[in-house]
């Protein structure tokens, strides 16, 4: 495996935020593809979404007949995903130096971002492939790196609209310990926005400046009960002190950097009289002593402000308390039903994000919903919920929208590629025989191609749970070389 760990050091080195484009990995996997003796093309992906980088790629790679019909199905897509969420607080990445591009093997595991969440998926992959660029194939072999998965699997889906590749099976690669996943649950986006006119106006004695950051810890937005949330630990620090007797004028809120991440880290910056300062930074120790100290919750105080500050209304925080207490009673409500095959059993909500933008606030919520609970009721739900809120608060403009619905998979026996997996997974010894196969929490690109019409199940090495999204993400050496038996398992049994 020499060989293998130079290219996922490599893979890891390379910087593939999904906000900041990953045309540099694009390139790299296409010159391994290359050497594996497969047809390349690059596939530039447009999207609409602002502030990310328009240099999105597709990697295509065939091995074997490069003509796709399009009136028949045919050959395997093995289909990885080269973006990854980013890297959070560099300090919590304790196994690699405080790096989290930096990959480092240790005891049989080898850490870094992307290292499950899934780059070095794709190299398993493409190991397999090679072995077969000798042999005579009845169908082709098609190994896809997309772009764009975390933030809406735009890469998956444009190439399943262009229609360049048209395949019969589709293994989709995400960390799932090496069990083929053949259900999983539905993923929506929420966003809430708190509009507001902020008028300049004195400070009026509100002339001590703090800025305020929360840290916590980063999970995948499937798995929050994993993860400490940083805007929420910031909103129960302003709001204890609120209700301790200080009053605070707020300037600024944010926090987190995706959606379906918990947010490591936030921050707010907001004004206080000079006679209250002395006994805020009391309260203030105390309140971090109890978190766990600078770790946990850190300030820089005593500034001056400038005059003219343009304040939040009055009414925003409370506003979004109300809104986050409308999402967690929800979350409670929704973790009632329970179905055991799934880990966590029920739905769950992530609060992901808060954006800072001129005249709003925008709260960023993560659910994931059980294949049995309808989304379109949810969405309802709160829709009621959040008109009952906008009435109490008059001077502010409070909506809500679903941005994104990913679908849920919900693959069965009757499909034939459920029992090539089977086969698969016997011959190779991965699991006994009848087990390897599960749901998961996740979402993920599988449900868009079954959505198009294709089988498709989710397989790969490395664990989800607690690693995915979180720092010292890692994977084992041992559940990649077994990966790299499975899909040539899947290759022989669908292309030969």
Known sequence: MSGFL?????????????????EEIAN???SLMSAAGMKVQLQQVAHSLESFSKRQFNVIGILGDPLVDRKTKKGLLLNTHLDTVGPGLNENWTETGGNAFSATLKEGKIFGLGSADVKLDFLCKLLAVEKFRERKLKMPIYL????????GMFGAKYLIKSMALNPKYVLVGEPSELRVVYAHKCYNIFRVSIGYSRHTRDAKGFNRKVVLEALGKSAHGSYPEMGVNGILRLLEFI????????????????????????PDRAKAELFLTSHQLEDFKGYFSQFQESLGGTSALRADMGGVGDSGVQFYPDALFPAICDVIAVFGGLAEELSQAKDETYN??????????????PGAIDLMFDLRLLPEIAPQEVESRLQDATRKLAAHYPGLNISVLRERMNPSLNMSWDHSLMNICRS?????GIHPAGEGFDKKATSTEA??????????????????HGNSHSPNEYNTIDQ?????????KVIEKTCL
């Open 6 to 22: 130079d290219r996922a050091k490599k893979m890891i080195s390379i910087k593939s935020v999904t906000s900041d484009g990953n």
């Open 28 to 30: 790299y996997a296409a």
């Open 144 to 151: 896809v790196g997309t772009c764009g998965e975390e933030v």
């Open 239 to 262: 709001k204890g002190a609120q209700d301790s007797g200080f009053d605070l004028r707020m300037v600024s809120m944010s926090g987190g950097d995706s959606v379906n991440k918990v």
């Open 344 to 357: 966590p059993p029920y739905s769950t909500v992530n609060f992901g994000r808060v954006v800072d933008r």
């Open 424 to 428: 698969a997974i016997e011959e190779t």
């Open 447 to 464: 449900a868009q191609y079954f959505q198009a019409g294709y089988e498709a199940v989710v397989f790969g090495p490395g664990r989800s």
């Open 480 to 488: 990649l070389e077994k990966a790299v038996l499975f899909y040539e």
